[in-house]
């Protein structure tokens, strides 16, 4: 399969039509389980399937371990609702 480059018309047209997080969509084009992107972003299994569940904002360091596990940005994977506080990502829409 082929890999999808993060920010193309052919991976935001397949975001628009996915069911679930964008952190959920990454790991599923990079064929990924749960255990193996915990594994490999140094996070807890139970931390992926929350951020993966439920929405749940992430902070900005585990943001940044995942992106750099799924060779994307952190903007790939961070929906604009859930980076709010001091602690998360700032949302900065393109201008």
Do not use: K
């Amino acid at each position: 399969m082929r890999e999808l480059e993060p920010f193309s018309d052919e991976a935001c047209a397949l975001m628009m039509e996915h069911e679930g997080t964008y952190l959920l969509f990454w790991r599923e084009q990079r064929g990924l389980t749960q255990e193996q992107l915990a594994a490999r972003s140094g996070l807890d299994l139970q931390r992926i399937q929350v951020l993966e569940s439920d929405y749940d904002a992430m902070t900005a360091e585990e943001a940044a371990a995942l992106a750099e596990t799924l060779r994307v940005t952190p903007e790939n994977i961070v929906m604009p609702d859930d980076m709010i506080g001091d602690t998360m990502l700032p949302y900065e829409p393109n201008a």
